[in-house]
């Protein structure tokens, strides 16, 4: 059975899913250097900016 969402409900899934992107690399940072440690620094950066796109829909 598909579920049926709302516009709204599943723009605040999305902004929801892009908070717990972002807090779960924002975790990882403090744990690893290097190349690791930017790539996951960019990965949180671009969950951030997804999660602002998405509020300003």
């Known amino acids: 059975m598909?579920?049926?969402?709302?516009?709204?409900?599943?723009?605040?899934?999305?902004?929801?899913?892009?908070?717990?992107?972002?807090?779960?690399?924002?975790?990882g940072i403090g744990n690893s250097d290097g190349d690791v440690r930017e790539f996951l620094l960019n990965a949180a950066e671009q969950e951030l900016m997804h999660k602002e796109k998405l509020e300003s829909l």
């Open 2 to 27: 598909p579920n049926s969402f709302s516009c709204l409900e599943m723009l605040k899934i999305a902004i929801v899913m892009e908070e717990e992107g972002y807090n779960f690399y924002k975790n």
